[in-house]
């Protein structure tokens, strides 16, 4: 997916005034000419200076493209679904790992990643268990992170 | 160097945790730098939360020899698909493909490992001689210095070797910005938190590391279209037969790779890629087969394969003494430094000599246990070439995971590497370089501070940024490299006449 420079001009452009804006508030440190707002507001600065230069690279570019792209891999309904179960497991992991503990997380985040990539069927969930559980031997038990159990508590180890 | 420091350093590294350490992540390095897919900067972001775990010295030399094997190991699938197996092996993946194809995939293979370890030492050496004497030097820097230090050094990721310089710009603009959220600043107020507090001490780097060089690289490959390589040869012979030839014939060409590596090493912000580019190039220059160059010729391996590994070690040069990383990996290796309360910088020498010299050490250990663990590498090659990475990428994801959340035991890790790992990938897919963006992130608390004290200092005066001595000769080359584009663009303009799409 190809963004033309303009449009990611104009959201850079849109950042940095909006970094301006938020510094401007920040309080001035009595006696001194230069508060917390000094530095960032000087990057925001070169950002925006940046944005527009990109945006003006971008309407150039702009005659012989369109604005967005949309080519490669999210044309092909597999490689985009990927994508987006790979995104979407990390969110899954995000939302419900101390629920369901780590052991049944990691497990069907693997196996669901397996079956996407095209694993043996037979071998997904075998490897999916095992995986996870040399991962949360290593790092629970070797490294002592305390890894959530979540449904498992009652019989944890 | 006094004997007992060097005493205490022997100890530090020949400890059998220590040397263990090593010894495991010499075989993830190789491992990682094998498989297509996977770069040396992905190997080190993998096994930072690991060293998270570690004292200082051994989760340095983690990271100094998965990188070192990393670096060389990437020219076993150049030589054997034709896909380097990290960036900085694909100036002469073509090379080492045309020798396997005549048959001489294991002098390739051989010059690629013999030559990686002699270049690797050749840094080792200039960086032991070297940085204890800048040491003294930056010594007597102070926040003006250390500023215009800090800007040469961004100058340089964003206008050495970027395709286009504005969106390195934008991308170390962000990294910059990025090290401004939370509390961690001069004067001490809470920025950017958008009311989280996870974000009050900042953004961590680790997770965010392991997002923008792990989970970007794998979303790479889960929409990677190219089809499955074929690997050209079964049979490797072995790679160590006639290495004594080629080093006799080609000892001008080992030499100016390695200094040439080391040196675009020592300039922060250009790494191991941009060394065996240029070594490449020059190599083919200086030669006096050029015609052979791209038929199959060992020459330019010899010289860039020795560049791309002199120029790991002379990257830490300007990490270890002035805490300015010299490329990306050394930027999370910074990172590291900081989070073992072992500041980078001149201090250092003077508190903790032992610890630098125990670096200095696994540099070399490194380079030389490089030639055994290679040589078993190679001969496992079109084994480990055949891992099946559907199986392996969503293990390295859940890697991903676990070592995010355990940073500090939270999911708020994997939250950041989501984040990280979409944003760096949308990023690349329209030419905005990553490598800037994470020396902005490493760099811009330092940057901030001295920019503030100096401004302190001067009463608001920016001159002063120019009056000292060693602060003018650093603005002068900051402001030359700064100007340098712009300087050739209006050269081809006035030589050529107007030019249809001026390149930015």
Known sequence: MKINDTLSGLALLALSLLILYTVSSYPV??????GPGAFPGLLAGLLALCSVLLIRKGLKAKKHEDWVVIGGWVKSWFHLRNFLITVGCLFFYIYLSDYLGFIICGTILLAVMFAALEVRAKAILPIALIVTLVIHFIFYKGLRVPLPWGLLMPIQW | MTTAVLLQAFWLVFDPYVLLVILCSALFGLFVGAIPGLSATM??????????????????????????????????????????????????????????????????LGAGLLFSAIGG????????????????????????EYFWLV????????FIGNTSVLKACISLLLGLLIACIGLENPAGHLRFTFGMK?????????????????????LRYITNMDPPPMIATEKIGNIFAGMWGLLKKYPWALLRGSALGTI??????????????????????????????????????????????????????????????????????????????????????INNPENIYA????????????????????????????????????IILMFCIVGSFSINNSVWGVTLILFFGVVSFIFEENGFPVAPAILGVVLGTMMEENFVTSMIKSDGDPLVFFTR????????????????????????????????????
């Open chain 2, 43 to 108: 190997a080190t972001a993998l096994l930072v939360p690991i060293t998270f775990f570690m004292p200082p010295v051994p989760a340095i030399a983690a990271i100094v020899t998965a990188t070192a094997m990393a670096i060389f190991s990437g020219d076993i699938p150049g030589a054997l698909l034709r896909i380097p197996g990290t960036p900085a092996s694909a100036a002469y993946t073509d090379e080492a493909y045309q020798m396997t194809l005549k048959g001489q995939a294991e002098i390739a």
């Open chain 2, 359 to 394: 670096i200095f050490l696994v540099f070399i250990l490194a380079n030389i246990i490089m030639v055994p663990l290679g040589w078993l590498t190679v001969k496992l090659a079109t084994k480990i070439l055949r891992v099946k990475r559907n199986i392996l990428m969503p």
């Open chain 2, 469 to 504: 001595p060693i602060a003018m000769w650093l603005a002068i080359s900051t402001i030359v490299i700064l100007l340098w584009p712009v300087g050739t663009w209006a050269y081809d303009r006035i030589k050529n006449g107007p030019a249809p799409e001026p390149s930015q």
């Open chain 2, 121 to 144: 030492l050749f840094g080792t050496i200039v960086m032991v001689l070297f940085s204890p004497a800048l040491a003294e030097i930056a010594l007597k820097f102070s926040s003006f």
């Open chain 2, 264 to 349: 675009i090493g020592i300039q922060p912000g250009s790494g191991a890629d941009m060394a065996s580019w240029l070594s490449y190039a020059m190599s083919k220059k200086f030669s006096k087969e050029p015609e052979k160059f791209g038929t199959g010729h060992v020459e330019g391996i010899v010289e860039s394969g020795a560049a791309n590994n002199s120029s790991l070690a002379g990257a830490w040069i300007p990490a270890i003494v002035f805490g300015i990383p010299g490329d990306s990996i050394t930027a999370i290796a910074i990172g590291v430094l900081y989070l073992k309360n072992m500041n980078p910088g001149p201090m250092i020498f």
């Open chain 1, 29 to 34: 440190i009595p006696g001194q000419n230069i």
């Open chain 2, 151 to 158: 800007v040469l050094g961004l100058a340089g990721a964003v």
């Open chain 2, 198 to 218: 996870e974000l009050m001490s900042g953004v961590e780097l680790i997770p965010m590391m392991v997002g923008m060089f792990a989970v970007s690289e794998l």
